[in-house]
């Protein structure tokens, strides 16, 4: 769809402008939505045809009802392709198309060079629609309620992916032999003459006993052989499943992929598009009669309240303060060693190294690495990042803790594995009855016990046998198990864990 003249005109200003400060971003087609239409694409995270589930059109509810009480509007959609996909919605006013197009061109570039946006599928857009044409066949054949079931069951698996798996090697190249180099099966033979021997100890006999012995040591290795996190492919690769439900679990895992690097920049990414929208609108594009309008919709994307993470001012700010520190000369061991405060207030080596810096950090880290290398005491002490809680007998956010280690150790903790617990398949044939054995990475803070009994639920009906997870609940090794009748909850004395 092309532009009207009028905004084609602005769209063509802010990408000389986005340009000319160095950002480098695929083609950026722009489509021009009403509300509806674009609540429609949101509620299938910006993708035009999905295949069909309950939850998008729950999802759509959502959002069509946040916009008609004013609770909630959407200023930008953007997707991750080569071309990029960006959304306006029509009845914006003309500094808002400014912003929201400065602002997709900065994820642009974000999306195009950083790291771990390097393996995504950059026409994941003609994939999604391959895949609800996938589904969609299998609703034909086999009935909607079959596949919904199904897919209900795989989705609330859908975490339960290695997001890091696409950077690092974790499976070593299996063998032609499938057997450990120097680890050679030996067959014992019975003693004789050399002219005797090819009767007393026959070739095919020997072949015979080593081939005996080699698929015994098979039954007896432990499936998977170290604990798995990519649970998804483990269930793609043993679960007795049909054709049409390994593909469907095939389709969820390749999505997962494709969402989770930006679950894992979500910060960075906002706080780049915010950084870059600002610098455009303020120094290129506003008007006078525009800052009003411009203010009060940055202040309100900015917005923050105790307790809650805002990636959007996070990111912004963090992106700022290294800008400024790397333009100062403020980092290295002769500024991290002055323990004069009045000294490291005036600190101004005058670098101009920020631009450059900024640019860097934009390109290798993700939130976790960019908030453990860049966040400093003076950027919590000036942003008022303290640790809150809910103080019950005031009713009101007080600060519990300031202590700049603390506070960023809690930030990690959120953002690390994408907020989701560390789940690990153990073994796949549990007490020899082909059990499927997991294992919660306990990192202080329990599992919710409902939600983990409704995932055995869901993985019994994939897996097709009983599913145990071992986990600790309040300081005691426990495990709980489904069979496909009823829920257990033994205590444990000793973990399958350990044995790895």
Not at 34 to 61: I, K
Not at 348 to 362: A, M, P, T
């Amino acid at each position: 769809m092309n532009l009207p003249p009028d905004l084609e005109k602005i769209r063509h200003s802010v990408w000389e402008d986005a340009r000319n400060y160095g950002l480098d971003f695929y083609d950026t087609i722009f489509e021009l939505l009403d509300y509806d239409q674009l609540n429609e694409v949101a509620s299938y995270l910006g993708f035009p045809t999905r295949y069909p589930h309950w939850r998008f059109g729950m999802e759509y509810q959502k959002l069509s009802k946040g916009y008609t009480y004013g609770l909630s509007k959407i200023y930008e959609l953007v997707i991750n392709c080569d071309p990029c996909y960006a959304y306006l919605m029509k009845n914006n006013s003309v500094t808002d198309h400014k912003h929201v197009i400065a602002h997709v061109y900065g994820h642009g570039d974000f999306f195009k060079n950083n790291l771990w946006f390097s393996h995504t599928n950059r026409k994941m857009i003609d994939q999604m629609a391959n895949h609800a044409t996938r589904v969609r066949r299998y609703i034909d054949r086999f009935g909607f309620e079959v596949v919904e079931e199904f897919l209900d069951s795989v989705l609330s698996l859908e975490h339960l992916i290695d997001q890091h798996s696409p950077y690092i090697r974790r499976r070593e190249k299996e063998l032609a032999d499938d057997s450990v180099p120097g680890d050679r099966v030996a067959v014992p033979k019975l003693r004789s003459k050399d002219y005797m021997e090819r009767y007393i100890n026959p070739s095919e006999f020997l072949e015979q006993q080593k081939k005996r012995v080699e698929e015994d040591r098979k039954r007896k290795r432990r499936v998977p052989e170290s604990p798995e996190k990519d649970i998804l492919l483990f269930l793609i690769e043993n679960a007795p499943l049909e054709d049409w439900q390994q593909d469907i679990l095939s389709i969820v895992r390749e999505e997962s992929y494709y969402f989770a690097p930006q679950g894992m920049t979500k910060i960075m990414n906002e706080g780049w598009a915010s950084y870059w929208h600002s610098k455009i609108m303020t120094e290129k594009q506003l008007s006078d009669s525009e800052l009003i309008d411009y203010a009060d919709h940055h202040s309100g994307t900015l917005g923050t309240r105790p307790g809650v993470i805002n990636p959007y001012k996070l990111g912004l700010e963090l992106f700022r303060d290294i800008e400024d520190r790397w333009n100062k000369g403020r980092f290295g061991k002769e500024y991290e060693e002055c323990t004069d405060i009045e000294t490291k207030r005036r600190w101004d080596q005058s670098l101009g190294k920020g631009r450059e810096k900024i640019f860097e950090v934009r390109k290798i880290y993700n939130d976790v690495s960019f908030i453990d290398t860049h966040l400093t005491p003076e950027f919590c002490e000036h942003h008022r990042l303290f640790n809150y809680g809910y103080n019950p007998s005031t009713g009101q956010y007080v600060i519990l803790d300031r202590d700049y280690q603390k506070v960023k150790e809690k930030l990690l903790f959120q953002l690390t594995n994408l907020g989701e617990p560390f789940i690990y398949v153990g073994d796949s044939n549990y007490e020899n009855r082909g059990e499927l054995y997991l294992f919660h990475r306990h990192d202080g803070i329990d599992l919710r016990l409902d939600y983990a009994r409704d995932v055995l639920v869901n993985m019994h009906k994939i897996w097709g046998r009983p599913v145990n997870l071992e986990t600790i609940v309040e300081g005691t090794r426990r495990l709980i198990s489904f069979d496909g009748q009823e829920q257990k909850d033994q205590e444990l004395e000793e973990s399958l864990q350990l044995q790895f």
